[in-house]
């Protein structure tokens, strides 16, 4: 006989969460750490975005097949109300006193989801958090660690889900779907492009719409208007069908169609791609496009990233990009590594403005402003 596996809230959570005036929570992980998998701790409720919220920790995770491996965190939705699709994210404080500056798919500190919350008491978030020993080793810091949650409500979807949603009527299709339908079917076609030896054929009043440079290039005075045929240069047949996709959907097309379900390095080169796609959202003025790149680079960063994802944030003015970069090049355990290589070298020479940030960073995080930081937390 299987033993009964205990799920469910446990009580007096205010023993364990605490808010301060900044909106730092600060878990006692010390107290919490030897409770049963698969309970968790709601959170004193907090407002953001006008609705109200509690943040969900299970100290030993929310699957009892990990085996207490990780931790678990999830925002749970306390106001009544409309289907809200919100993008959040939970940020752990080093026990060096320094937040996470890199957002990555495996046991990171920072991390972030685009969910819609249903209704009252719904809740989305992470399993598999963090590994229990990560956050004992580099986060807990005299027994708690810190925590920052952020929010923002990014539509309010509907009043009820679409009818198409409920079971026995079938789904209807949505105006991306029909133009995805044009683009791949390629029906009543009227312009083609030759990118990188491939050819792909378009609309060039879809594009047009969506493009004010290729408005320019199809229906101005330029050459092209005239050319049955246009050559794109310095760009790869790859980027353009991601580009040709985002703008006749309104969204990127799922890794296994640009891989072919076959990507032995699949992160290292969704992240090249994302850097060279940016490039191309920037050369058409498609700034959608152009901050999903920004945002996926944002989430990638890593030692191995961040020199061509700053010197790419600096020429083409993304400057959340460009804050992100620099603050993780300023960190102390980054910057030992990355000052003596050629790219970081080379990058700063070419770019003096870059090493005055950086100068200026550094003059900031002084060892007073250091000391500030801990007291605050303490």
């Known amino acids: 006989m299987k ?3 205990k799920t469910g809230e446990i009580r007096d959570s205010f023993d364990y969460i605490t808010i301060d005036s900044d909106g730092i929570f600060k ?3 010390s107290a919490s750490k030897n409770k049963e998998a698969c309970t968790f701790i709601r959170s004193p409720t907090f407002i953001s975005e006008g609705r109200t919220w509690v943040i969900r920790y299970s100290p030993k995770g929310s699957n009892i097949e990990d085996n207490g491996t990780y931790v678990s965190l999830n925002l749970e939705l306390q106001s009544k109300g409309k289907f809200l699709c919100t993008n959040f994210s939970f940020r752990l404080l080093h026990n060096n006193g320094y937040w996470s500056t890199t957002l990555l798919p495996v046991d990171s500190a920072w991390r972030r989801s685009t969910c819609i919350f249903r209704g009252i008491n719904c809740y989305h ?8 020993s990560v956050l004992e080793a580099q986060y807990v810091r005299d027994g708690f660690f810190f925590l920052s949650c952020d929010i923002k409500v990014m ?7 679409p009818l198409s949603h409920k079971v026995g009527l079938p789904a209807f299709k949505f105006l991306h779907d029909d133009f995805n339908e044009l683009l791949t079917k390629k029906e ?8 990188d030896g491939e050819i792909f054929v378009a609309h060039r009043l879809v594009l047009a719409a969506r493009s004010p440079v290729f408005k320019a290039e199809l229906f101005g005075s330029m050459a092209e208007a005239n050319m049955k045929c246009i050559k794109i240069n310095d760009m790869s047949a790859l980027v353009f069908k991601v580009l040709l996709h985002f703008m006749y959907t309104d969204s990127l097309p799922k890794v296994a169609e640009l891989f072919d379900g076959e990507c032995g390095e699949k992160n290292t080169d969704l992240y090249i791609l994302a850097q060279h796609l940016m490039v191309a959202a920037d ?5 959608g496009l152009k901050e999903i790149c920004e945002e996926k680079l944002c989430m990638g960063l890593t ?5 061509t994802s700053l010197s790419l944030a600096n020429q ?3 400057h959340r990009l460009k804050d992100i970069c620099l603050e993780f090049v300023t960190m102390p355990e980054n910057f030992v590594h990355l000052a003596i290589t050629d790219p970081y070298v080379q990058l700063m020479q070419s770019c003096p403005s870059l090493l005055a940030d950086l100068r200026s960073r550094f003059n900031n995080t002084s060892s007073s402003d250091a000391a500030l930081k801990r007291q605050k937390i303490e």
């Open 125 to 132: 978030g992470f399993r598999a958090f963090i590994e229990r």
């Open 303 to 307: 030692l191995e990233t961040v020199v």
């Open 283 to 287: 050369r058409y003025r498609l700034e």
């Open 27 to 29: 878990i006692d992980y």
């Open 3 to 5: 033993n009964k596996i």
């Open 316 to 318: 083409l003015n993304c």
């Open 188 to 195: 009543m076609t009227d312009v083609s492009f030759a990118v």
């Open 155 to 161: 539509n309010e979807a509907w009043e009820k889900p």
